[in-house]
Nanobody, 122 residues
Framework: QVQLVESGGGLVQPGGSLRLSCAAS????????MGWYRQAPGKQRELVAA???????SYADSVKGRFTISRDNTKNMVYLQMNSLKPEDTAVYYC????????????????WGQGTQVTVLR
């Protein structure tokens, strides 16, 4: 099982952009689906975006048109480009890997990385 390390978070003004990175310890070529999640204080972890091995993507309604997920199988990396950030995007962001885009809900995972904090000022 590959280990995943998230990075790229920070403090940003509303309307700003950030690019999160998820580095895998091994090849992600055979991993069917990769996803980005977030958890805000006092809230449950939610799936933000997912991408299949052949590039099919899906997004939570709250981030559609603002966030873009991508993966680079040659570098074993998954990215989340976040534009037009809003204060409600403030959360710790995590990535994870799954066998199917249909089973990417947080409930299917027991292991999580340390995440990366994204804070959008009010």
């Amino acid at each position: 099982q590959v280990q995943l390390v998230e990075s790229g978070g920070g403090l940003v003004q509303p309307g700003g952009s950030l690019r999160l990175s998820c580095a895998a310890s091994g090849s992600i070529l055979s991993i069917s689906a990769m996803g980005w999640y977030r958890q805000a204080p006092g809230k449950q972890r939610e799936l933000v975006a997912a991408i299949t091995s052949d590039g099919i993507t899906s997004y939570a309604d709250s981030v559609k048109g603002r966030f873009t997920i991508s993966r680079d199988n040659t570098k074993n990396m998954v990215y989340l480009q976040m534009n037009s950030l809003k204060p409600e995007d403030t959360a710790v962001y995590y990535c994870n890997a799954g066998p199917s885009i249909w089973t990417m809900a947080p409930k299917y995972f027991e292991t999580w990385g340390q995440g990366t904090q994204v804070t959008v000022l009010r």
